[in-house]
């Protein structure tokens, strides 16, 4: 292949011109952010060159001045920086695209100072709003030249002399007609608040400081009280209620990040999909959603993340999402995975109060990623019924632990689960330590209770054996148990309505025989009775003693729902995107211990009959069958208007035939 030329792609003004002043950027009020951005940079090259020693007269104190003139319909930004040179003028400002602030880096690199600037586009923003835009200029060096520079936005500039006197810079802008809002003083001071509000240096507006300058997210956590986060957090979210916990994120390498992180409580009103976190360059402003940064699991976490590092567009309005990035996310998934577990260790209490809001954070993260989910599994903890003090009780070989009193008085138990409650007394524990518990009475085996105002039922018959169930009853449990199934391959995750532990039924009473003429035990007379009057072939009917030291307490049935039938029934609902309705085919567990379903068998087989049909008592069992049946189902199932018209009537009609003997 034969070369035909080689040679330099030019690039002209007039071309890059209509690019940068329609297209670069999204809003056009950032000009403002970009003209009070390269006023800090200003300041903080003239601090840096003085430390250096390259300056040696006295460095004022830093302002930045903004000005309005409605009838001239200029607004002006001024600062006390390091000013210009006519030859710096020409390098920095006439050269398009081209950042003084890359060269100023490289040679002060070593004096601690931040620079805001990267692209050198920022200035050029002005010509959005601007039909003329004018810089006045006075470099700190010795015996400089101030010079006067305009533009009308076309690729034509004029630089001449000018008699300003203080070394720094000010920038003059004519706005065009359609861009007066600028002119108007409280929209002025929304944008310093919106973008400028905590750059290091007081911006001034009619003598008023506008700016709030200190960023307490750039300070180490040694010099913060938990007041000053408190009050961090109310002045980024007022009317808000205050933070669970937070996390300080201060780091250089691999790459520089500054920010402080907030658990939020958890309101209905908690969009978890967009992220609430304020993403800074630098302590300028550049987004309030910046879900590229924050893992997914995260998202709903508020606060301020501040990096130079964070790839950003040209324009400083958006991320650009890179491996930077990502190693960021993983950054920021670390930290609040070491901050849960310092609190966790340190104080357990603080730790259980958080957790109805964290948990699910935590779960959902553990599911989602697997360095996460290492730092945390040994800290997702659950409500459980376990009470040392109720359902064991102490036996000759529990260990107890003691302490003595400072004035030399008895010996006095600690409680271990002191520090392990909530506020209204439930004891929180991992699935380690309930295997460790239980092992004993059921080893690699795990109760737990989805909902526990439908289960309470269920969950009291396993407390009264002496079994302890775990609740699980956040929205995202029912996922989370397929992923600890996973995790724990060997145990079996049992809901308390799914089946009956052999522990909770009585075999001897079940066996029991009562009917010396047709040979039939209780229990198979009681199922009889059952099917007879329900008449529902796709109920299966279960007769079992359930045990208990108090039958009357007992429910005289429950309702089964077989555990594989039940997730496949949520599964398949899931993915038709729609509610799990209650399956036909289920158990009915009549309990042969309740003094009602004993008396059943006497009332069922009264002797009078009036006419055709059924005895008035056997009658009533039917209607009682039924009537416990509905009980039963309504721990499991929200009634139909048919259903619950039927309920009412029957039970009227029960409580009218039990009184009128």
């Not at 601690?112 to 586009?121: A, D, T």
């Not at 990502?326 to 849960?340: H, N, Y």
């Not at 577990?341 to 259980?352: A, G, Q």
């Not at 009980?631 to 139909?640: E, I, R």
Request: hydrophobic fraction near 35%; aromatic fraction near 8%.
């Amino acid at each position: 292949m034969t070369m035909l030329e080689q040679g330099t792609i030019t690039i002209h003004s007039e071309n890059i011109f209509p690019i940068i002043k329609k297209s670069l950027y999204s809003g056009h009020e950032v000009f403002l952010r970009e003209l009070i951005s390269n006023a800090v940079d200003a300041i903080q090259k003239l601090k840096m060159v003085s430390r250096a020693g390259d300056f040696t007269g006295e460095v004022p104190e830093p302002k930045i001045t903004i000005a309005i003139d409605k009838e001239k319909k200029t607004l002006s930004v001024t600062d006390n920086g390091i000013g210009m040179t006519a030859d710096e003028v020409k390098k920095y400002i006439n050269q398009v695209a081209f950042s003084s602030a890359e060269e100023f880096i490289q040679k002060y690199q070593s004096n601690g100072e931040s620079i805001i600037g990267h692209f050198g586009l920022g200035f050029y923003s002005s010509f959005m709003v601007a039909q003329t835009v004018e810089i006045d200029t006075l470099s700190y060096q010795k015996d400089a030249q101030a010079v006067h520079w305009t533009c009308d936005g076309s690729p034509n500039f004029t630089l001449e002399d000018s008699p300003r006197t203080q070394p720094g810079t000010t920038v003059t802008l004519t706005l065009q007609e359609e861009e007066l809002e600028y002119l108007e003083s409280p929209r002025i001071r929304q944008l310093v608040k919106t973008y400028c509000d905590f750059m290091p240096v007081p911006i001034e507006l009619d003598g008023e400081i506008l700016n709030q300058q200190k960023a307490i997210w750039r300070q180490s956590p040694r010099d913060l009280k938990q007041e000053d986060y408190l009050e961090f957090y109310r002045y980024l979210y007022p009317f808000q209620e205050d933070p669970l916990l937070w996390v300080h994120l201060n780091t250089d390498y691999p790459f520089q990040i500054n920010g402080i992180l907030f658990f939020p409580k958890m309101r209905p009103d908690v969009d978890v999909t967009k992220g609430q976190i304020k993403l800074f360059c630098n302590q300028v402003f550049v987004s309030d959603h910046c879900e590229e940064i924050m893992p997914k699991f995260l998202l709903p976490m508020r606060g301020v993340i501040d990096s130079p590092d964070i790839p950003l567009n040209v324009s400083r309005s958006a991320l650009q999402v890179d491996r930077t990035v990502r190693k960021i996310a993983d950054f920021v998934a670390k930290k609040v995975g070491d901050r849960l577990n310092e609190l966790y260790k340190e104080n357990r209490s603080e730790y259980i109060t958080c957790w109805q809001d964290i948990g699910t954070f935590v779960k959902f993260g553990a599911m989602n990623d697997d360095k996460f989910k290492k730092q945390v599994e040994d800290i997702i903890i659950y409500r459980t019924t376990y009470n040392p003090g109720e359902t064991e009780g102490k036996s000759a070989d529990t260990p107890t632990v003691e302490v003595q009193g400072q004035e030399g008085d008895p010996w006095q138990e600690v409680n271990p689960t002191a520090n392990q409650k909530d506020a209204e007394g439930g004891i929180y524990t991992t699935i380690k330590e309930y295997l460790e518990r239980n092992k004993t009475h059921h080893e690699n085996r795990v109760f737990y209770c989805s909902d526990r105002a439908s289960q309470a039922t269920y969950v009291e018959l396993h407390k009264n054996q002496g079994l302890e169930v775990l609740f699980m009853d956040s929205f995202i449990d029912s996922h989370f148990i397929s992923f600890l199934e996973r995790e724990f391959q060997d145990v079996k995750f049992s809901r308390v309505d799914a089946e009956l532990d052999q522990t909770l039924i009585d075999r001897d009473k079940a066996a029991e025989i009562v009917d010396s003429a047709t040979n039939k035990t209780r229990s198979e007379l009681i199922k009889e009775i059952f099917e007879k009057a329900l008449n529902k072939p796709q109920v299966t009917i279960r007769t079992e003693a359930l045990k208990s030291d108090n039958p009357q307490g007992t429910p005289p049935a429950i309702v089964l729902l077989p555990e594989i039938l039940r997730r496949l029934r949520e599964m398949n609902a899931l993915m038709q995107q729609q509610a799990a309705q209650f399956p036909e085919e289920h158990t009915l567990v009549v309990n042969t211990s309740h003094p009602l379903i004993q008396n059943l068998i006497s009332l069922s087989q009264g002797s009078i009959i009036q006419g055709e049909g059924q005895s008035p008592s056997a009658e009533l069992a039917d209607m009682i069958c039924h009537h416990v049946y509905d009980l039963a189902l309504m721990s499991q199932k929200a009634f139909d208007a048919d259903a619950m018209k039927a309920f009412v009537e029957r039970s009227n009609q029960v409580l009218t035939r039990l009184t009128s003997k």
